[in-house]
């Protein structure tokens, strides 16, 4: 069993940065893959990125390419999210996930534990 608590969201202007993080609790979060996920009002929720559990393997949405950089302490049982150059379209509710697998999946059915999420909002 995972818990997941997402921190850090806010309201910054475009062209701003926020960092996200995401604690997790249970024995497995060394061995679990992790995952970011954002759900704008009105839409699916939507893939951001996802690290490995060695944090050597990344994988990120092409919309937030050289922008966002996820990266995870194992010893700390975190996973950050640092964004970036934010856009107006980047507000969502952001939600961390981990998965009962090593394997890098880039959908929600890939993941078993989810957090609350955190609101990021980013004003014109």
């Known amino acids: 069993q995972v818990q997941l608590v997402e921190s850090g969201g806010g309201l910054v202007q475009a062209g701003g940065s926020l960092r996200l993080s995401c604690a997790a609790s249970?024995?497995?979060?060394?061995?679990?893959?992790m995952g970011w996920f954002r759900q704008a009002p009105g839409k699916e929720r939507e893939f951001v990125v996802a690290?490995?559990?060695?944090?050597?393997?990344?994988s990120y949405a092409d919309s937030v390419k050289g922008r966002f950089t996820i990266s995870r302490d194992n010893a700390k049982n975190t996973v950050a999210l640092q964004m970036n150059s934010l856009k107006p379209e980047d507000t969502a509710v952001y939600y961390c996930?981990?998965?009962?697998?090593?394997?890098?999946?880039?959908?929600?059915?890939?993941?078993?534990?989810w957090g609350q999420g955190t609101q990021v909002t980013v004003s014109s």
């Open positions: 996930a981990a998965a009962l697998t090593s394997r890098v999946g880039i959908t929600t059915l890939d993941y078993d534990y």
């Open positions: 690290i490995s559990r060695s944090g050597g393997l990344t």
């Open positions: 249970g024995r497995t979060f060394s061995s679990s893959a």
